[in-house]
Structure formats: C-alpha cells, structure tokens
C-alpha cells in the first residue's frame, strides 16, 4: 500500500506524535510506502488570530497540498492523526476528491470538546457533548485559554457537522478503547464506522524483575495527573512502599517541595525515556491516579511490556486497560477504598506487585507491533475496499 500521514504537531509534543512515528517505522517495515505531511503550531506564533480562525475552519494550502501529494505518489489511503489548527478539515475533501479513502484516528475528543480532554477546572466536564454549536467552549475559553480561539474551534465543528464532514468525508474512524468509541457514538460519529485499534510499542523494552521494591510515577507534572492525591496517599503512609516520582510540568515547585518532606518520596525530576523504560522494568508496581479521560497512556502499554502491574483510578479508558487482579488494580476515583486505603492493605498491596507475569502476558495479547500490523491493515484495507461515498 502507498500510504499518506497527515498530522498536525502541537507546541509540546506528546502521544500523538510518537504513535505517528510508531505506525509509519511498522508500515515500513512490512514494505508498504509511507509518505508525510505534517505542519507545526510554532507556526501560529506568525499568525494572527483572523488568519487562524479562517484556517482552523478551512486551509485551502492544505487543500492544495494533500491533492498534489496523492497524484504525485499515487497514494492509496490518508489517514489523519491531527487536523487542528492547521490542517483543517479540508484535507477530508482532497482526500475526497480523489476518491481516496480517509482513516481518522481519534487521539483525543476534539471532535466533541474543543478542549479535546473532557476536562475543566479540576473536574470531568461534558457540557459539549452532543451539542453542534458548543457554546460552553466559548463561554469557558476552553481552548488556549481564548475566546477567539475557542469560538474558532467551535466554528469550525459546527461548520462541519452542519455540512456533513465528519459523516460523510472520513471512512473509517480510529477509536483507542471502547469507552472511546462509546463517547464518539454518544456524540454523534456513525458507530459502524468507528473501530478499536490500540496504541502499541514499537520496540519491546522486554520484562523486568521489580527487584526495586518502589512504586513509580511517570509522567507529566499536571493537576489531572493526580499528583495531589498521590502525594497526599504517601504523606498519610510514611511507612509505605517508597515511590519515586519522574517528569516535569506545571506542579514540579510543589512535587518538589513534598517530596523534600516527605522520607519516602525521591523525586528525580525530567527523566530520558531509556531511564524511565529501566525504572519501569525494577519498579514493583506503576501508580498512575488520573483522574480525566485519558486517551491511551504509553506509560501503561511500557509497565504492561516490562511486567509492572498498576495501580488506577476507575475513570475513562483507564476501565478499557486495566483488568482487577490480571495486570493491576482499579480504585474508585470517590469512596473509602482510596490510594491512602490501599497503601494500608499490605495483603493486596503484594497481591498486586505479584501480578507481574499477568501484566506481560496482557501487553503480549495486546499491545505489540505485530498485532497492531494485523489490526492497522485490516482497518486499511476494509476502507479500500468500500465504495466511495458521495
């Protein structure tokens, strides 16, 4: 197959730009060519804010560009990672135009909040869901923090819901769990065309022994991340198993300031990715207490591969990926059955760090390359395969 990826990179990278590499080094390598076209939102630091709004709805560059690119290359399925801002929609409709299929994998929940986290001041909000014209947004200044940016946003889904993009222009939509897909149906995406495809690991950093007797956290320093919980657990527990905490983002003062206090917190700041890959494999078990709507965490498919069992909140996909007693532990996210509870219960709390050969076997069944090839080809070629819709 001669694939085209399109993505639009944000400021600060993330998931989605590692899944894209991932999925194009798995196509390669299985001899399909795979051809890119991406923009940066660095770029918006020379735009203004009239110019973003006309190619948040509408980049007729973008147009232009995805055409060319599918004659030139003779290209046989898009499929699309991240369209906003600067992409736009309209790569939908080149795609369109040429009469080749679209695949859209939804990494986040854009298309229902222009927030794209079903998040907001502390707490899980769905105020959009379902609406066309998502006011509340605008109302909110949910997305950069603007009203005109979130009244762009909002544009440009009311736009094309009214106009019938999302329905009509991409064949196959992406989902990364089921709860996914179950919000997508909610808020209005054709259900019979949305599958489950998982994120995965492109390389397997293999198994570890837990031979370090620690809880860890990795991660993104943030409100939503749970770190106030998490350190309130510990700070409750002194006599605890010892948690070492890694990464970097707003909360690092305060996480800093805690584990100063605190003899069983270390935290060790940014950490590479190698390094965290070999604190997973000794760690006896991952503690990740979000407590929004995550997408798909590759921190949990890289615990699962090194055969670290972890410990969730019941919120979201986390439900999706975490099996009680199998490769971890769900705890309510209210209630008395707390992370403070559980790092009390020494029975379950070795319970849980014995779970290590389920954890492995759950990634294996799941989450590798060679699985993922299976289920990314069968989702191309069923889109090649269907009629073109008008």
Known sequence: MR?????????QAGGEDRVLAAEYALLSSHGHEVF????????????????????????????????????????????????????????????HAQKIPVVQTLHNYRLLCPAATFYRAGAICELCLGKTITYPAM???????????????????????????????????????????????????????IVVKPNFLEQDPGAGGGQGGYALFAGRLTAEKGLAELLDAWAANPQAIPLKIAGDGPLRPFVQERATLLPNIEYLGPCEHARVLALLQS??????????????PM???????CGTPAVVFAVGSLNDLIVDFENGIKLPFEGSDTLSSLLKDSGRLARITSLRAGARAYFERHFTAARNYQLLREVYENAMQAPHQT
Request: proline residues 3%; charged residues 15%; positive net charge.
């Open 3 to 11: 694939v085209l990826q399109l993505h639009n990179f944000y400021q």
């Open 283 to 296: 760690a006896a078990l991952l503690i990740f207490p979000s407590h929004w709507y995550e997408g798909m």
């Open 36 to 95: 890119q076209y991406t923009v940066h939102n660095d770029a918006l630091n020379a735009t203004s804010s009239f110019q973003l709004g006309i190619k948040t709805v509408w980049n007729s560059d973008s147009y232009r560009t995805v055409r060319r690119l599918i004659v030139e290359n003779a290209i046989e399925i898009v499929h699309v990672h991240n369209t906003l801002p600067l992409l736009s929609p309209a790569v939908y409709y080149a795609a």
């Open 139 to 193: 109302l909110h200044r949910c997305y950069r923090a603007s009203l005109p940016a979130s009244a762009a946003v909002s544009t440009m889904l009311a736009g094309h819901t009214f106009a019938g993009t999302f329905r009509r222009k991409v064949h196959t939509y992406i989902a990364l769990t089921e709860f996914a897909r179950g919000k997508f149906c909610q808020g209005g995406l054709p259900a019979e065309r």
């Open 299 to 305: 921190i949990l498919l890289e615990a699962l591969a």
